[in-house]
């Protein structure tokens, strides 16, 4: 078997990006991250041959073949590297992991974006309201367990964690703390962040809140 | 097999029923189907699916899986002896049929519901004769702009497949599978469409009606879908409905 090349085109806030390097990281795959530009800067040609369609990172380049849309991407990452499983073995447990891996991915970011681009008192009440609410499911579902995944961290809490970095700057503008609402929650970011694979791979949430701070000036929300 | 075994919470005219429909048929898979009522929805469909409480739900040995595609990956697994495989056993094609159903997913709903709505309330509003104020008016002098727009977005979006699918019967090569599962429930809406936006789909892109028909030949998809006539009176009734 030759040695495989492994390649992601990424950007540096991209929660979505953060989540592929920790699934590489977990099953210790070597890569050569490029990075894209900032958001407002011209998309490189690589990019748009590689993800014709969406024209979006992350894209997963095995051997010069693309593979996107991060959530594919971690399952891909997960056949072709066998070892250290992020799913069930079962397939009953892989329905369960795809079904909140989809939930997560309808609705955490998008819920967060509405906290963070509210303007009017109101705005950013309903949005606060809306996000709890999405975490209340989430750490429903977490229960006692101290992963997603249950003893292990896997599929769910890769998925899951890298959104995390975005989380300090939705409290800042949503006007709540997870700890507060969610103890359980929060013990779970603190016990995955001490994995060194997601300190690692997540971009520091001060740089996030730095970074969500300059786009609201842009957006003139404030 | 005792098909109180494998239960299947549906709605008749559900493009995401029909899909698990198709899989269960692929695999040969008897169960027992229970007709939901969307207006009044069961005890049983509120404690199988709590967080969404939305059809289809699948029930194995009293284990619910929802989400259609996640139930169509779930029927492949769950019986992966039974043939056909409905994704490739490859992990890169694995991904790139993925993708597809994905694609599906997250682009064509949208575009039929705008398009459904946006053209059959004129219709209604022509063939009731109603009252036309002022507000009707001026949703009317916008409407022909939105109707093209979404026109245009619509067929946009099948030219994709219609490059994906290039010289190949369905979308993933020469074996049909999870991808074409995804996409082909939504043939049956191709005539309400077609009607309501005066506009012929197979003109636009051929290949993708033509892979449609294909699919229409396999027992599973013709026996899952229901006549695309009861699909198109089911809409204007439901649209009547809110307009009323």
């Given amino acids: 078997m030759g040695k495989d090349d492994v390649k992601l085109l990424s950007m540096w806030a991209s929660p979505f990006c953060m989540r592929v390097k920790v699934a590489l990281a977990e099953k210790d795959v070597a890569y050569e991250e490029i990075l894209e530009s900032d958001l407002m800067g011209a998309k490189t040609e690589l990019l748009i041959k590689s993800n014709p369609v969406h024209k979006q990172v992350p894209v997963l380049l095995h051997d010069d073949k693309p593979v996107v849309e991060s959530t594919n991407i971690l399952t891909y990452i997960d056949e072709v590297w066998p070892a250290k499983p992020l799913l069930p073995a079962c397939a009953y447990g892989k329905s369960r992991a795809?079904?909140?891996?989809?939930?997560?991915?309808?609705k955490v970011f998008p819920?967060?974006?509405?906290?963070?681009?509210?303007?009017?008192?109101?705005?950013?009440?309903?949005?606060?309201?809306?996000?709890?609410?999405?975490?209340m499911y989430l750490d429903g579902t977490l229960g006692e367990q101290d992963y997603f995944n249950g003893d292990t961290f896997g599929f769910v809490d890769i998925l899951l964690i890298g959104l995390t970095s975005w989380f300090p700057a939705f409290e800042k503008y949503g006007g709540f703390k997870v700890e507060d609402e969610y103890p359980k929650l929060a013990a779970w970011i603190t016990r995955s962040y001490a994995r060194e694979t997601v300190s690692e791979s997540l971009t520091s949430p001060e740089k996030i809140t730095n970074f969500v701070g300059m786009m609201r000036q842009m957006y003139g929300i404030e | 097999?005792?098909?109180?075994?494998?239960?299947?919470?549906?709605?008749?005219?559900?493009?995401?029923?029909?899909?698990?429909?198709?899989?269960?048929?692929?695999?040969?898979?008897?169960?027992?189907?229970?007709?939901?009522?969307?207006?009044?929805?069961?005890?049983?469909?509120?404690?199988?699916?709590?967080?969404?409480?939305?059809?289809?739900?699948?029930?194995?040995?009293?284990k619910p899986i929802s989400e259609s595609n996640i139930i169509v990956q779930y029927i492949d697994e769950a019986w992966q002896n039974k043939h056909p495989p409905l994704l490739p056993s490859d992990p890169y094609?694995?991904?790139?049929?993925?993708?597809?159903?994905?694609?599906?997913?997250?682009?064509?709903?949208?575009?039929?519901?705008?398009?459904?709505?946006?053209?059959s309330i004129d219709l209604i509003c022509v063939e009731k004769n109603t009252q036309i104020n002022d507000g009707a008016r001026r949703i009317w002098s916008t409407k022909g702009e939105e109707l093209e727009k979404a026109k245009r977005e619509f067929i946009e979006w099948l030219n994709v497949l219609e490059e994906q699918l290039g010289d190949k019967a369905y979308l993933m090569g020469e074996s049909f599978g999870y991808a074409d599962i995804a996409m082909v429930p939504f043939y049956c809406w191709f005539y309400a469409l077609e009607t309501i936006g005066?506009?012929?789909?197979?003109?636009?892109?051929?290949k993708v009606v033509a892979w449609m028909k294909r699919c229409m030949e396999r027992e599973s998809v013709s026996k899952s879908l229901p006549d695309p006539h009861k699909v198109y009176e089911f809409r204007l009734q439901k649209l009547n409905n809110k307009t009323t």
Wanted: hydrophobic fraction near 45%; charged fraction near 30%; aromatic fraction near 10%.
């Fill in chain 1, 98 to 106: 795809r079904f909140w891996a989809d939930y997560i991915d309808r």
């Fill in chain 1, 111 to 135: 819920a967060g974006r509405n906290v963070w681009t509210a303007k009017e008192d109101d705005q950013v009440e309903s949005a606060r309201k809306e996000f709890l609410d999405i975490l």
């Fill in chain 2, 1 to 62: 097999m005792d098909v109180s075994e494998v239960v299947l919470l549906d709605f008749w005219a559900s493009l995401f029923c029909m899909r698990v429909k198709i899989a269960l048929a692929e695999k040969g898979v008897q169960y027992d189907c229970k007709e939901e009522n969307l207006a009044n929805k069961s005890q049983l469909l509120l404690q199988m699916n709590p967080v969404h409480k939305k059809i289809p739900v699948l029930i194995h040995h009293g």
């Fill in chain 2, 93 to 119: 094609l694995k991904a790139q049929a993925r993708f597809w159903a994905d694609f599906v997913d997250k682009k064509v709903p949208i575009i039929c519901h705008i398009f459904l709505l946006r053209f």
């Fill in chain 2, 198 to 206: 005066k506009m012929s789909i197979e003109k636009e892109c051929p």
